[in-house]
Each structure stands twice: as C-alpha cells, then as structure tokens.
Nanobody, 114 residues
Framework: QVQLVESGGGLVQAGDSLRLSCAASGSTISFYHAGWYRQAPGKQRELVATITIGGSTNYADSVKGRFTISRDNAKSMVYLQMNSLKPEDTAVYFC????????WGQGTQVTVSS
C-alpha cells in the first residue's frame, strides 16, 4: 500500500513562489506515473501537471510556464514548483501516483492573496 503525504502549502501573495513536495512510502515511485491536481472551493478537482515514468511532463494551460513538476525516484519524492502565483491558483493541491493502481494524498492548502 502506497501512502502519499503532501507538504509545502501555505498563504502567499500574488507573484510569490511555493514548492510543494509529495513524499511516498510503501513502494518505489519509479513504478508509477505521478501528478498534481487541485480543487478549489465549489469546483471539481482538476489536473495541474503530470510526469510519466519516463519523465515526460504535461501541464494544464492555466499553469504552463509558471509551474514545474519533477520527481526524484531515489528519494521517492514528487515536487511542484509554483512561480508567479495568482489568486486563482488558490486550492487544495493533491499528489497522485497511478498506473495499475491509483493513490492519492490528503492534500495541502495553497492560498494566494491579491
């Protein structure tokens, strides 16, 4: 059973940066694709970014050029570097590992004030 724990969220001002981290335990993450998703109040959960086992990345149009997803298989970590944050980035951010099985973390709150 894989467990995911996100960290790094917080309250920041527009234009600031944050780095989210996702620590995985129970299995090596090299067997899984990984992703970051977010859910704002009253909205559906949406994809932010994904990174495949091979390292290919994909981003939502709303974050392209501002966010960067990365992974460190040796440390069982997945990261999301978020730059030039906007108020509309405010949401709970979730980490996901997926392939044959699908695992989600509990989420970390990111709040961007204007």
């Amino acid at each position: 059973q894989v467990q995911l724990v996100e960290s790094g969220g917080g309250l920041v001002q527009a234009g600031d940066s944050l780095r989210l981290s996702c620590a995985a335990s129970g299995s090596t993450i090299s067997f899984y694709h990984a992703g970051w998703y977010r859910q704002a109040p009253g909205k559906q959960r949406e994809l932010v970014a994904t990174i495949t086992i091979g390292g290919s990345t994909n981003y939502a149009d709303s974050v392209k050029g501002r966010f960067t997803i990365s992974r460190d298989n040796a440390k069982s970590m997945v990261y999301l570097q978020m730059n030039s944050l906007k108020p509309e980035d405010t949401a709970v951010y979730f980490c996901r590992l997926f392939r044959t099985y699908d695992y989600w973390g509990q989420g970390t709150q990111v709040t961007v004030s204007s």
